[in-house]
């Protein structure tokens, strides 16, 4: 459900999705000793560098696929930048960018959809909660079975979460929810994330986005240890 005054992902079984775009209060190889007389410098270790949405400016393939590395195990995403040209853009730069690493499936709800995309760490969350795409107008694409769409928290509002359909869920379509690819492999990887958590607060028990957005992994790992995770994405050659 998706109202004024609500901070929500996306829609129940009955209301809009929406995905929260505001936060509730302030509050992701051992080397051996040198064995010689002479001392060797190691080199540091490359530093990771933080993906943020300035970094966001690649156009995508007409077609393209990403695999995902879960903790049930792996599937793959078929991209078509003509369903979605903005959304397919934007999925491709996070991919590009390593986004998508110890990221929570934090909304899984059985029959419905599974939601992911708030990144673990609050400092790069933070980056991204505003760096709104514009929408993209339906190509003909529904959101059928397998088909993987953007969360929003209204028109113009879509950022970094996504969610995969269980089911036919065509009823949202009119709603502005245009998908623009589909799970082509691993779909019973995605059928097997952990959905006994249900909604989130207010109306339900499992991950508050607000704490999400706020916390991050911390406070996911420590309240709902059962949640699966993506460990990596990457594009398939």
Not at 7 to 31: G, L, N, R, Y
Not at 125 to 142: E, H, L, M, V, Y
Request: with cysteine; glycine share 10%.
């Amino acid at each position: 459900m998706c109202m004024k005054k609500t901070i929500m992902t996306v829609i129940t079984m009955t209301a809009v999705f929406c995905a929260c775009q505001s936060v509730k209060k302030e509050t992701p190889a051992d080397i051996p000793a040198s064995q010689t007389q002479e001392t060797t410098m190691t080199p540091p270790a490359e530093t990771k560098k933080t993906p943020l949405p300035e970094n966001a400016t690649l156009k995508a393939p007409d077609t393209f696929n990403v695999r995902f590395d879960t903790t049930k195990g792996g599937f793959v995403v078929e991209v078509h930048r003509d369903w979605a040209p903005l959304g397919a853009d934007r999925f491709y730069n996070l991919i590009k960018l390593g986004y998508f690493s110890d990221i929570a499936f934090f909304r899984v709800i059985p029959g419905f959809m599974a939601q992911f995309g708030i990144n673990g760490s609050p400092e790069v969350s933070a980056k991204w909660r505003t760096a709104n795409i514009k929408d993209d107008p339906s190509a003909g694409q529904s959101n059928q079975r397998g088909y993987i769409t953007f969360a929003t928290a209204g028109p113009n509002t879509r950022t970094t979460q996504f969610f995969i359909n269980y089911r036919d869920n065509s009823r949202l379509d009119s709603m502005g929810f245009v998908p623009f690819g589909r799970v082509i492999s691993g779909m019973g990887v995605v059928d097997a994330l952990h959905g006994g958590y249900g909604e989130g607060a207010p109306g339900g028990n499992g991950p508050d986005q607000g704490q999400v957005q706020n916390e991050g992994n911390a406070y996911l790992k420590a309240e709902f240890p059962k949640l699966d995770y993506i460990n990596s994405a990457s594009l398939e050659k």
